[in-house]
C-alpha cells in the first residue's frame, strides 16, 4: 500500500498501547508505537525489502523510498498513528511489520492507511495484527474508515484487507490503481473473524504445554519427596515417552532419568519445563530456559510475590514462552501420542476425553480423581493458579481445535477477559459441552451508581443465568459438575423435559417425582392407553400412571419391558429408572448399562450405592452413569435438557439492525468527552440524540435553561406537555416533586418552570420540556456492565412502581434474536403487553427491538457504562421512550476484543 497523502492537517494523537500478540504460528511479537530510536532498524527493515515490494509498498524503486518512509516513521506527528511488530528474543529485537494511518483533513473521520512486512516473515499473520492494531487506535482517535492505495497485481495487501472481516469495497482506476474503503465497525461478523484468528493462534501457542517434544523439570529432588520429585516420577509412571531431563545441580542421574546440572546444560532443546524451584530463583530459572529454546513453562512454586510475577511474566513475553502458573498443581496430556502427567496429585490422573482447566490445585485433584473414578478422564488439564499468563480463554481455545476433548470443566474463580469469554464459550459449546461452577450470586454491577439498572442488578440476577444465555452449563458444586460431566459424556441429549420414574419401589418413586420438578422438568400423567399397555405388562398390583411402581416383586426382563414400553409411547423425553434391590427379585448388572439402548435417554439410579454416581460398561467400549439418588440424577439430567434447548437455539449470531448510526453516535461520545474528560451522564437532550443513532424513538423533548426557551418550546407541539427538573445527579424526579403533567399554554408553562425553579433552586440545570406520551404500558430497558460478563441488558416492567415489581430479567449484550424473545417472555412484563384484564397490551415485537439496538449501543460504543430508558411505553403501535439515562466515561482500557495477550 502506498503512504502518498495531501496536506493534512493536525488532529488529536493517539497513541496505542504496547502489547505482545501471538502470531498464526504462535510465537510472539510485540505491537507498540514507533519512537525515533527506530530509524537504524526501520532503515534495515526497507533496504531488506525486494525491488517488486518496494514497488507495492511505494509505487516507487529504489532504497530512497524506504529510507525516506523509515524517517517518517520515526518522527512524532499529532495527526499520525505509527505501530511496528517487533519479534523479540531475549535481547535481541528485530522489527518485521510496520503500519502507518493518516488522518485525511482537519478533522476527518477517515485515514489513509499502509503497512509492511518483512520478507521471511510474510504469511504469519503479521499484516493482519497490524489492520487490527491501527483500527483499534483509530477508532480511540475519531477515525471510523481507512482508505489503502494499492496496485491491481498487490495480491498480498488484497488478501491482508479481504480477509480482515471489515467491510470494505474497491474501485479499480486506470494505470492500475485500485483504492480500497474500509469500515472501521466493529459488527458481530468482525469479531467472529478476529476470534477465528485467535482460536488457532492461542492453540498453536498451547502446543508446547501440551504435546511437547520434551520435558525438563527444573528443581527435581535426588530422594523422594518435595514437589518437583514428585512431578519427575509421575511423568516416569505416566509412560512420558518423549525426551525427559531433571535439572540438579548435584546430579547426573535421578530415578533413572538423565540429570544436567544447569538448564544450558541440557543435552538438546525441550519444549516444556517445569519450575519446581523457590520463588527467588524463578526468574533466573525462566531466563535460562529462555535462553535455551524452552517454549512453554509452568510454574508449581508457591506462594510467589507479584513483583516476582510480574518478572516471570515479562521474562516469558521476551522469549516468548507460554506459561502456567505459578502456585499451580501443574499440567497433564493424554492422547494417542502422549502420556504425560506433570503435576503433584497423589494419583496419576487417567487420560479421556475431557478437558480441565481449575484454579484451585485443591479442586483439580478431586475433578481428576472423580473423571478417573467414572472412566471419563481427561485429556489435557492445566492448574492455572495465579493466571499470570495462559487462561481459561487460552484454555478454550486450545480444546476448541483438540479433536480429542468431547467435553470441558472449568473451575475459575475469575475472568480476565470476561466479554471474550462469554464470546468464546458460546462458540466452544456448540459442538462440545462447557461445564463450570457458579457457587453463589453474581454481584453485577460493581459500581454503585444512582439508576434503577444498576441497582437492581446486585439482588436480581444469577450467575448462572448468564453462564446458561452463553451456552456454559453452571453447576452449584464440584460433585454436581461431575455428576453432570458423567451424563453428558454418555451422549445424554433429551428433546424435551418431560420424564417418566420407573420404580420397583412406589415410595422412592415418588420422591424421584418430586425431585425432577423440582429440577425444573415435569412428570406427566399417562394416557390411558399406555396406562392400559404397562398394567397388562406388570399385572394389576402395579401402579401404572407416572411414577410407575412395577412392585418390589419386579425382575430385570420385567423392568425393561416397562421401560420400552413407556420410551414408545411417545408421552415422554426421558426415563428415570429407580431400582432398589429387594429379596423377592435378582436385578441383573447389565440393566444399568442396558438403558443406553432402551429409546429414549434412560438415567438409571441404584439406591443402595454409596457414590452419588458410578459407571457401568455398555455397548462399544462406553460407559453409562449410574446414580445413587434421585435429586442428583434429576439434577443432571435438568442440566442436560437445557444444553440441549440451548443447542436447538437460533446461532449465536447477531441479527442485523436496520437504521443504526454507530459513527455518528461514536463522534457525539467523543465531543462529549472532549468537554467531559471525567465522563458522566450525557445531559437529556444529547441522550434522545445517542439513542436516535440507534434507532430508538424518544418522546420529542427541549432541554430549557431559561423560562423564555421552555414557552417557546412547548409551543412547538399542539398537545399538552410535561416538564422535567433536570441536573445530572437527579433519579427519581417523581419521588422529590420533579414531574409537572399535562401543562397547556404559555401561563402553565411559565407557572411550571417557576415552580419548578422555586423548589429546587440552585441544584436545578435546567427543564426538560417534553410531549406528553401515549397512554400504554410502562417498562424499563437498560444496559449496565456486570464484573464477569461485560455488558448487560435489563428488562422488566417499568414506571414509578418499578422496584416494587422486582420484575427485572438480563442478558448478555448483543442480543441474539432467541435472546431478545427469551428476555421479553420470561418477565412478568409479558402478560402486561398481551393486553392483561382486557387493557390494551403492546407491541412485543417493538419492544425485542428496543432492546437488540440497546444492546448493539452497548456492544460497539464501550465509552458507555450504563443507560436506562425508564419508562419506555409500549402500545400495540410501538414503543416510545419517555425518560432516559445514559452514562459515558472516557475509554480506559484498549478494545476486549483486540487480540493480546494478557
Keep these: 500500500m502506498t503512504s502518498r497523502t495531501a496536506h493534512r492537517a493536525p488532529g488529536p494523537e493517539a497513541r496505542p498501547a504496547t502489547v505482545h500478540v501471538l502470531l498464526a504460528d504462535g510465537t510472539t511479537v510485540l505491537i507498540r508505537p514507533t519512537v525515533p530510536e527506530d530509524l537504524r532498524d526501520l532503515s534495515a527493515l526497507f533496504a531488506g525489502l525486494s525491488a517488486q515490494s518496494l514497488r507495492m509498498r511505494f509505487f516507487a524503486s529504489g532504497a530512497a523510498a524506504g529510507q525516506e518512509a523509515a524517517q517518517r516513521l520515526c518522527e512524532p506527528h499529532p495527526d499520525r498513528i505509527a505501530l511496528v511488530a517487533v519479534a523479540v528474543r531475549g535481547e535481541d529485537e528485530q522489527i518485521v511489520g510496520e503500519g502507518e494511518a493518516w488522518r485525511m483533513g482537519p478533522g476527518a473521520d477517515?485515514?489513509?492507511?499502509?503497512?509492511?512486512?518483512?520478507?521471511?516473515?510474510?504469511?504469519?499473520?503479521?499484516?493482519?495484527?497490524?489492520?487490527?492494531?491501527?483500527?483499534?487506535?483509530?477508532?480511540?482517535?475519531?477515525?471510523?474508515?481507512?482508505?489503502?492505495?494499492?496496485?491491481?497485481?498487490?495480491?498480498?495487501?488484497?488478501r491482508v484487507i479481504n480477509s480482515a472481516?471489515?467491510?470494505?469495497?474497491?474501485?479499480?482506476?486506470?494505470?492500475?490503481?485500485?483504492?480500497?474503503?474500509?469500515?472501521?465497525?466493529?459488527?458481530?461478523?468482525?469479531?467472529?473473524?478476529?476470534?477465528?484468528?485467535?482460536?488457532?493462534?492461542?492453540?498453536?501457542?498451547?502446543?508446547?504445554?501440551?504435546?511437547?517434544?520434551?520435558?525438563?523439570?527444573?528443581?527435581?529432588?535426588?530422594?523422594?519427596?518435595?514437589?518437583?520429585?514428585?512431578?519427575?516420577?509421575?511423568?516416569?509412571?505416566?509412560?512420558?515417552?518423549?525426551?525427559?531431563?531433571?535439572?540438579?545441580?548435584?546430579?547426573?542421574?535421578?530415578?533413572?532419568?538423565?540429570?544436567?546440572?544447569?538448564?544450558?546444560?541440557?543435552?538438546?532443546?525441550?519444549?516444556?519445563?517445569?519450575?519446581?524451584?523457590?520463588?527467588?530463583?524463578?526468574?533466573?530459572?525462566?531466563?535460562?530456559?529462555?535462553?535455551?529454546?524452552?517454549?512453554?513453562?509452568?510454574?508449581?512454586?508457591?506462594?510467589?510475590?507479584?513483583?516476582?510475577?510480574?518478572?516471570?511474566?515479562?521474562?516469558?513475553?521476551?522469549?516468548?514462552?507460554?506459561?502456567?502458573?505459578?502456585?499451580?498443581?501443574?499440567?497433564?496430556?493424554?492422547?494417542?501420542?502422549?502420556?504425560?502427567?506433570?503435576?503433584?496429585?497423589?494419583?496419576?490422573?487417567?487420560?479421556?476425553?475431557?478437558?480441565?482447566?481449575?484454579?484451585?490445585?485443591?479442586?483439580?485433584?478431586?475433578?481428576?480423581?472423580?473423571?478417573?473414578r467414572l472412566g471419563i478422564g481427561a485429556g489435557s488439564f492445566a492448574s492455572l493458579g495465579d493466571k499470570t499468563d495462559v487462561s481459561g480463554n487460552d484454555l478454550l481455545a486450545w480444546w476448541s481445535q483438540d479433536p480429542g476433548t468431547e467435553l470441558v470443566l472449568l473451575h475459575l474463580e475469575s475472568f480476565g477477559n470476561p466479554r471474550k469469554f462469554a464470546r468464546y464459550a458460546r462458540r466452544v459449546a456448540r459442538t462440545k459441552p462447557v461445564l463450570t461452577v457458579a457457587a453463589g450470586r453474581s454481584a453485577a454491577g460493581s459500581r454503585a451508581a444512582a439508576s434503577h439498572?444498576?441497582?437492581?442488578?446486585?439482588?436480581?440476577?444469577?450467575?448462572?443465568?448468564?453462564?446458561?444465555?452463553?451456552?456454559?452449563?453452571?453447576?452449584?458444586?464440584?460433585?454436581?459438575?461431575?455428576?453432570?460431566?458423567?451424563?453428558?459424556?454418555?451422549?445424554?441429549?433429551?428433546?424435551?423435559?418431560?420424564?417418566?420414574?420407573?420404580?420397583?419401589?412406589?415410595?422412592?418413586?415418588?420422591?424421584?417425582?418430586?425431585?425432577?420438578?423440582?429440577?425444573?422438568?415435569?412428570?406427566?400423567?399417562?394416557?390411558?392407553?399406555?396406562?392400559?399397555?404397562?398394567?397388562?405388562?406388570?399385572?394389576?398390583?402395579?401402579?401404572?400412571?407416572?411414577?410407575?411402581?412395577?412392585?418390589?416383586?419386579?425382575?430385570?426382563?420385567?423392568?425393561?419391558?416397562?421401560?420400552?414400553?413407556?420410551?414408545?409411547?411417545?408421552?415422554?423425553?426421558?426415563?428415570l429408572l429407580l431400582l432398589v434391590p429387594t429379596a423377592l427379585a435378582e436385578l441383573p448388572p447389565t440393566l444399568a448399562a442396558d438403558a443406553r439402548t432402551l429409546g429414549v435417554p434412560t438415567v438409571t439410579v441404584l439406591v443402595d450405592q454409596a457414590a452419588s454416581v458410578t459407571s457401568a460398561p455398555a455397548a462399544g467400549g462406553r460407559r453409562v452413569p449410574v446414580y445413587g439418588d434421585a435429586e442428583s440424577a434429576a439434577r443432571a439430567l435438568a442440566h442436560a435438557c437445557a444444553y440441549t434447548e440451548w443447542l436447538r437455539r437460533p446461532g449465536s449470531e447477531v441479527p442485523s439492525v436496520p437504521g443504526v448510526r454507530s459513527q455518528d453516535a461514536a463522534r457525539l461520545i467523543s465531543l462529549h468527552l472532549a468537554s467531559h474528560p471525567e465522563g458522566g451522564w450525557l445531559p437529556p437532550d444529547r441522550a434522545a440524540d445517542l439513542l436516535a443513532c440507534y434507532g430508538i424513538t424518544c418522546a420529542r423533548m427541549v432541554l430549557a435553561t431559561d423560562e423564555h426557551t421552555a414557552v417557546t418550546a412547548a409551543a412547538l407541539w399542539d398537545s399538552p406537555v410535561?416538564?422535567?427538573?433536570?441536573?445530572?445527579?437527579?433519579?427519581?424526579?417523581?419521588?422529590?416533586?420533579?414531574?409537572?403533567?399535562?401543562?397547556?399554554?404559555?401561563?402553565?408553562?411559565?407557572?411550571?418552570?417557576?415552580?419548578?425553579?422555586?423548589?429546587?433552586?440552585?441544584?436545578?440545570?435546567?427543564?426538560?420540556?417534553?410531549?406528553?406520551?401515549?397512554h400504554g404500558v410502562e417498562l424499563l430497558a437498560g444496559v449496565d456492565s456486570d464484573a464477569v460478563f461485560g455488558p448487560l441488558v435489563a428488562f422488566g416492567i417499568g414506571g414509578t412502581d418499578t422496584d416494587l415489581a422486582a420484575d427485572r430479567?438480563?442478558?448478555?449484550?448483543?442480543?441474539?434474536?432467541?435472546?431478545?424473545?427469551?428476555?421479553?417472555?420470561?418477565?412478568?412484563?409479558?402478560?402486561?403487553?398481551?393486553?392483561?384484564?382486557?387493557?390494551?397490551?403492546?407491541?412485543?415485537?417493538?419492544?425485542?427491538?428496543?432492546?437488540?439496538?440497546?444492546?448493539?449501543?452497548?456492544?460497539?460504543?464501550?465509552?458507555v457504562t450504563e443507560a436506562e430508558i425508564n419508562p419506555l411505553i409500549a402500545t400495540p403501535d410501538g414503543v416510545t421512550a419517555v425518560d432516559f439515562r445514559v452514562r459515558v466515561e472516557p475509554r480506559t482500557a484498549t478494545d476486549p476484543y483486540l487480540r493480546r495477550l494478557r
Design 110 to 158: 477517515a485515514a489513509e492507511v499502509g503497512f509492511t512486512v518483512a520478507e521471511g516473515w510474510r504469511g504469519r499473520g503479521i499484516g493482519t495484527l497490524l489492520l487490527e492494531h491501527l483500527a483499534d487506535a483509530a477508532r480511540a482517535a475519531g477515525i471510523r474508515w481507512f482508505t489503502a492505495e494499492t496496485l491491481s497485481e498487490n495480491l498480498a495487501m488484497k
Design 165 to 372: 472481516g471489515l467491510h470494505h469495497s474497491a474501485q479499480f482506476e486506470h494505470g492500475g490503481t485500485v483504492f480500497h474503503d474500509i469500515d472501521l465497525t466493529e459488527d458481530d461478523a468482525y469479531l467472529e473473524v478476529v476470534a477465528d484468528r485467535e482460536f488457532a493462534a492461542c492453540a498453536a501457542s498451547l502446543r508446547p504445554l501440551f504435546r511437547p517434544r520434551g520435558v525438563a523439570v527444573v528443581g527435581a529432588g535426588r530422594s523422594p519427596g518435595g514437589v518437583g520429585r514428585a512431578i519427575l516420577d509421575h511423568l516416569v509412571t505416566a509412560g512420558f515417552d518423549r525426551p525427559l531431563f531433571a535439572v540438579n545441580p548435584r546430579a547426573d542421574e535421578i530415578a533413572g532419568v538423565p540429570c544436567a546440572r544447569s538448564i544450558d546444560l541440557l543435552p538438546q532443546q525441550v519444549d516444556l519445563a517445569v519450575l519446581a524451584v523457590p520463588a527467588d530463583a524463578l526468574v533466573e530459572a525462566a531466563v535460562a530456559c529462555g535462553r535455551h529454546g524452552v517454549r512453554a513453562l509452568t510454574a508449581v512454586t508457591s506462594p510467589v510475590p507479584e513483583p516476582v510475577r510480574t518478572a516471570l511474566k515479562a521474562v516469558c513475553r521476551r522469549y516468548g514462552m507460554r506459561l502456567v502458573g505459578p502456585n499451580c498443581l501443574g499440567v497433564a496430556a493424554f492422547g494417542p501420542d502422549i502420556a504425560m502427567d506433570a503435576t503433584f496429585g497423589a494419583h496419576t490422573p487417567l487420560g479421556g476425553a475431557a478437558g480441565v482447566g481449575v484454579q484451585s490445585g485443591g479442586v483439580g485433584i478431586a475433578v481428576l480423581d472423580h473423571l478417573s
Design 453 to 575: 439498572t444498576a441497582a437492581a442488578v446486585t439482588p436480581g440476577i444469577t450467575r448462572e443465568a448468564l453462564f446458561r444465555q452463553a451456552g456454559v452449563i453452571a453447576t452449584r458444586s464440584v460433585a454436581e459438575l461431575v455428576e453432570t460431566a458423567a451424563l453428558l459424556e454418555a451422549g445424554v441429549r433429551p428433546t424435551g423435559r418431560r420424564v417418566a420414574v420407573v420404580s420397583n419401589a412406589g415410595g422412592t418413586g415418588v420422591l424421584a417425582a418430586d425431585s425432577l420438578v423440582e429440577a425444573g422438568l415435569s412428570v406427566p400423567e399417562f394416557g390411558t392407553g399406555l396406562r392400559d399397555r404397562l398394567s397388562a405388562l406388570l399385572g394389576p398390583a402395579a401402579a401404572c400412571g407416572n411414577p410407575v411402581d412395577t412392585g418390589a416383586g419386579a425382575d430385570g426382563a420385567m423392568l425393561r419391558r416397562a421401560v420400552e414400553a413407556v420410551a414408545a409411547s411417545g408421552e415422554v423425553d426421558a426415563v
Design 722 to 774: 410535561v416538564l422535567k427538573a433536570y441536573w445530572p445527579e437527579l433519579v427519581h424526579k417523581s419521588d422529590v416533586g420533579g414531574v409537572l403533567l399535562g401543562l397547556s399554554g404559555p401561563d402553565a408553562v411559565r407557572e411550571g418552570w417557576r415552580t419548578l425553579e422555586e423548589r429546587f433552586g440552585d441544584r436545578l440545570a435546567g427543564v426538560v420540556v417534553q410531549e406528553m406520551a401515549p
Design 809 to 863: 430479567g438480563y442478558r448478555l449484550a448483543p442480543l441474539t434474536a432467541a435472546d431478545a424473545e427469551d428476555l421479553v417472555g420470561a418477565s412478568r412484563a409479558a402478560t402486561l403487553l398481551a393486553g392483561y384484564r382486557g387493557r390494551p397490551g403492546g407491541d412485543p415485537a417493538a419492544v425485542r427491538d428496543v432492546l437488540s439496538r440497546l444492546a448493539l449501543l452497548a456492544a460497539e460504543q464501550t465509552c
